[in-house]
């Protein structure tokens, strides 16, 4: 402790000092670590610090070499870049050299739409209804042929008629389903337009115009859309549909189940420039049918007049004179009006004969080679489609013949006359869900 006291050493250093004699001698007391002259160590320091700017500018060199291989170069690639050389040095630095802030770098797409979920229903006098309504009658409010409402006309009729609904959604509906003003559905290739308004049918099948007619259904205080069609020449109603709303493949659907009982190969079909009619998807349906389509000229509805005034006689006739009270009960009145229409109705442009009178009548006269088409679309359906073929048997039947198989037919005829509603009314379950 004296020695202690005298050269100021700590016991605990002078107990190791002895440790390390008594084990190793004085070899034990020499210094562990090598000394390093200050001028060397601040030579090996340079050094390093050189070593880093020539590594440093290398690594520049080689990522804006890679800049110079375009002569822009876009963001996404200028990030896959910093990716790339992310081991190699940090990001700040290669963003600089880049020319990319470091935000764009970081920044994560979010997944999906950000905010609340848009609402799917709105309020109608007190009770929820879906978009897909609300839609419905947005179209219905712009559907006039100088109507051009912006969504600030539109929401203020809504709330007119009763929709709680603010201008917000209204846009949102509209800019969805492309109504909002100035928006124009564009659809590729060009239209045949209707060149003559007068149709010169000669026979059934050569001619079919199609339009749609809404029909109020009070009891649910809402529109329905009807969709008919019509063969020119007989002013026979061929099929027809009834639903909530009409659709492209509403359309395609129609179009199909009348080539398979009709064949609509070189038939002509006259119709406006409804959306589900300018669909390119039904254009496309029809070119691959070989019909021709052809489109009558904005705002005027005289160059559909045939299916125009059968819808103003549905109107006069049925709709005016019955209140709905559901939707079945509408199209339960409608098919039997349809029914009524066709097989029973005398028209006065065609002699005072009923539609299928006439359509008989046309069959009958026409020529060999139009009879076989016509049989030949019964020929050509599957064999499952038992019903069609049934239906169009007594097409090509004779009228004006005594034939005791021509009365067989008939009879045949008024039983298929039922069958065939019921499949026009499956068809039209099927179609409109």
Not at 198 to 204: D, G, V
Not at 262 to 280: E, H, K, M, T, W
């Amino acid at each position: 402790m004296e020695t202690c006291r005298k050269y100021n050493l700590s016991p605990a250093l002078l107990s190791k000092w002895k440790q390390r004699y008594l084990a190793k001698g004085a070899e034990g007391l020499k210094p562990a670590y090598k000394r390093v002259d200050p001028e060397v160590r601040a030579l090996e320091e340079e050094n390093e610090r050189l070593k880093r700017i020539i590594a440093r500018q290398a690594l520049e060199i080689e990522v804006k070499s890679e800049l110079l291989k375009k002569n822009s170069y876009p963001t996404q690639e200028k990030v896959m870049l910093t990716k790339r050389f992310a081991d190699r040095a940090p990001v700040q630095l290669l963003s600089s050299w880049l020319q990319l802030p470091r935000s764009t770098f970081y920044y994560k797409a979010h997944p999906g739409q950000r905010g609340m979920k848009p609402s799917t229903h709105t309020l109608y006098n007190g009770s929820l209804i879906t978009n897909e309504e609300v839609v419905g009658k947005i179209k219905e409010l712009i559907s006039g042929p100088y109507n051009a409402y912006g969504y600030q006309s539109i929401h203020d009729d809504l709330r007119a008629l009763g929709y709680l609904i603010n201008h917000k959604k209204t846009y949102r509906l509209m800019d969805f389903h492309k109504l909002l003003l100035g928006k124009v559905i564009r659809t590729s290739g060009k239209r045949n337009w209707v060149q003559y308004r007068k149709i010169l049918a000669n026979q059934p099948l050569e001619y079919l115009c199609l339009d749609i007619k809404y029909v109020w259904v009070q009891g649910e205080g809402r529109w329905y859309y009807l969709l008919s069609i019509m063969d020119v020449f007989s002013r026979k109603i061929l099929h027809w549909i009834f639903q909530k709303s009409v659709r492209k493949m509403d359309v395609i659907n129609m179009f199909r189940w009348l080539h398979t009982v009709y064949n609509l190969n070189g038939v002509i079909i006259r119709n406006d420039n409804g959306s589900q009619f300018l669909a390119n998807q039904v254009r496309s349906f029809l070119i691959q049918l070989e019909a021709k389509q052809e489109f009558t000229h904005v705002a005027t509805p005289e160059e559909n007049a045939y299916i125009e005034a059968f819808h103003s006689i549905l109107q006069r006739e049925l709709i005016e004179r019955f209140e709905f009270s559901s939707f079945y009960e509408a199209k339960q009145h409608i098919e039997k009006y349809m029914q009524w229409y066709n097989y029973e109705r005398k028209h006065r442009k065609l002699g005072r004969i009923t539609p299928h009178q006439k359509w008989a009548t046309g069959l009958s006269c026409s020529t060999d080679k139009q009879r076989d088409q016509v049989a030949g679309a019964v020929a050509s359906r599957p064999n499952d489609s038992i019903k069609n073929q049934t239906q169009n048997r007594s097409l090509c039947t004779s009228l004006d013949t005594a034939d005791p198989d021509t009365y067989f037919c008939l009879e045949v005829e008024q039983e298929n006359r039922q069958a065939l509603h019921i499949l026009n009314n499956n068809s039209v379950q099927l179609i409109g869900g």
